[in-house]
């Protein structure tokens, strides 16, 4: 009997779990249906806050799990933090969704790989040098990485990230990042003056994309066959 | 936001920019994404993302040219208006304010003026970043936002009832109240959206739009000029409930200074006069609490142990007087404040990214953790487990979507009628994929169909993981869940149509902690993915006699070879030995990526692949 296949993104959160696990970070989940306090508030997302508008949400009906569909992996930081004593090194993949007309780069379920680390003297260095092993690894060759400054709630200072093959001049964006914002780490209990570090969304479809060159995203989650076979 | 060069280079010396690729280069790196760059005629329109945290200071032109002067250390000279000297009512209006809509409020009427087509260097203005040239006044104001960030309004004062000094009120609407806006749309408002109001109505949404019966016209001969900070907060719920995102809105929902209102006041009125002539009355200026700068303090440890840095506090103190931060230096730390632009800064770690992303991102030096032995996750664990078993199976692994047409959880803002709720179960979806994968079944090869998902679904108070696997027939299943079952998964359930479905979570919690993560290598050479060809398959046979000492192998080789590039699939369906001969029967299936083969284009293929196989000694085709 042959083989059957993975899914890509498969393959490609187990490659980065095992990069990442190898310098102690482990997986962590959270639930799909999220609070709005998860989701926004504990991440320095005030209501009436214009940068609400940098997420396209999903809301529900009223029901006995949340409010609405997680918009992002980073819920699972607070949740995590929550529950455990630092120093942390988390990596939580899963999916999220986003209100937004389907096309071949955007879908309305989408995937993230979150990334946090939080000790005592972790810098925004340590997250260069994270990502950079991480793309080395990943892609099997010397890589650059390049911050860029940028907006996110959730941290401070907050960068997007940008990755290219060394030696070429062509950079894509591949991630926001920065260092965790004050009111995040104390939302979630852990005090800010003894405790630092930095998190990472990554889209997970992009880097299957990336990797594969693969052209329409809407190929991950149609369970068409003659794509899946190939992997 | 469109940001035009030329207009830049009215407040900075254009002698001492980078040309517009570096400056772009300058800006992507310290300061903002630049989405496009774009020479028009004589001028370099540059499209940069503003984020929210950024939107207080940087929508304008001035707010984009004192960020080149702090990156490039160039002078900036700010363009001339009116002195501003605040005081109260004057003969023409008497303002009253609700001081929770409006932390300040500035008006002023100039009389006498013509309203007329504006001056070509407006007009430039203007168009070099995409806005239509209406009147004189109405550009000014235009001009002014764009300029100053400080959206700004003219009335005119001959519209707004009442006699004298003519009451002016900034207020919340009266439930019901209804106004006809510039966008000659009627809004009904209640009492949560703000109004500038005269004595018997509303003259316009407060910080979103202008109303029409106070329009300016080529009548108007005495325009009330506005200047307000608005709380970001009311505007912003206004906006939304109105379903009305403006320019002015979008930038006082971000916190526009309040100092800045005076400033672009006094710039409008100045620019009025100049452009439509008149004279101006004292400017009413409402302002019970003026801003107050906010002392944030930290020590250079605390930079350079954020960032991962050894910056100097020299170089700190240099980035912050860059940025026009008044800083004091005491002992080994700082206390500093923003300049009244930069409603963003209040904490230390707010200051310390200015201080990095000026030093610049690209001097931080990246630094690998030490490696640390971290916990196995047990839920991910055993799903990856069971992934690999299954593929093992001969499964292949879906991801399916979460939205479906029935379930217990719905959806607020469905994306479409069809995808309002959160599934319940993953069999559904299975089970369409397979129907689906069936209308290509002979491409993928008989037998095949086999798949499985591990994902979420949603019951109204739970929602957990389940696997679900299914395939053209129970057998396969039966099999597989036979597989899991050897292999220590506590599993049951029926497999109803081909399709077996259980709760993961329950069978996780009867099972013990993972002592390590032995899971398969899987074999991830990257590789480029063949795109799915959107066009109809043609199907053939072929049945060849070949001596019983010519391999299968052989006689695949030499119609691969033959069929060449559209066969996309070939399967033997049957093999047959009688009198020292073999027959071999063979499936064809032809497929273009490009376009749809016709009959006569497949059987000319055929055809060749007939005349190679009878080509061989002692081969015959049937």
Redesign the interface.
Known sequence: MSNGHYHPNTIVVRRAVDILGSLGFQVAEGPEVETEHYNFDALNVPKDHPARDLWDTFWLEENNLGDLLRTHTSPVQIRFMEDAQPPFRILAPGRTYRYEATDATHEVQFHQLEGLMIGTDVTLGHLKGTLNYFFDEFFGKDMDVRLRPSYFPFVEPGVEVDMRPKGESEWTEILGAGMVHPNVLEAAGVDPKKWQGFAFGMGLDRLTMLRYGIDDVRLLFRGDLRFHNQF | MLVSLNWLTTYLDSESLPDPQELASLL??????VEGIEERGDDVIFDLDI?????SDSLSHIGIAREIATLVDVKMVLPEGDEVDGRGDNELVSLSVDESIARRALKCVISGITVGASPDWLVERLASVGQRSINNIVDITNFVMLETGQPVHAFDYDKVAGEGAKEIKIRFAKDGETIKLLDEKEYTLDSSIPVIADDEKALDVAGIKGGETSGIDENTTRVLLSSCSFN??II??ASQKLNLRTDASKRF??NVPAVLAASAMGRLSSLVKDIAGGESSTVVDLYPSPQEPISVSFSIEEVN?????DISEEEVEDILTRLQFNVLSMGDGFVVSAPFWRTDIS?P??V??EI??IYG??R??????T???????K??YYK?HI?DI??????????????RNEG??????K?ASD?GF?RTNLSD??R??LE??MR?EP??GEG????F?I??V?E????YPALAIGASDDEPVEQAVTVLKEAGFDVDGEISGGVWEIDLEEIFETLPDPED?D?AE?E?E???????SPYPFVLRDVAVWVPVDVDEEVVRDVIEEKAGEMLVRLSRFDEYEKDGRISYAFNLVFQSPEKTLSDEEVNDIMDDVYGSLEEKEGWETR
């Open positions: 992507n790196r310290h300061s903002y994404e984020l929210p945290n950024r939107a970001p907060t912003r719920r929902e971000n142990s954020l960032l991962g840095t904490l770690a707010d310390m990214e990095g992303r991102y690209d931080i030096e990246s630094v690998v953790p490696k640390e032995e971290g916990n196995i996750s839920t991910h990856e992934r299954l593929v093992e199976a001969g499964f292949s692994e879906v991801y399916l979507y979460t939205f217990e959880i719905e959806v607020k803002n994306i995808k959160l979806g299975i369409e994929a689906d994968n290509w491409i993928l095949s169909l086999k798949m998902e994902g979420t949603f109204n108070d739970r929602e993560a899971l899987i991830d990257s590789f480029s993915f063949t795109p799915i």
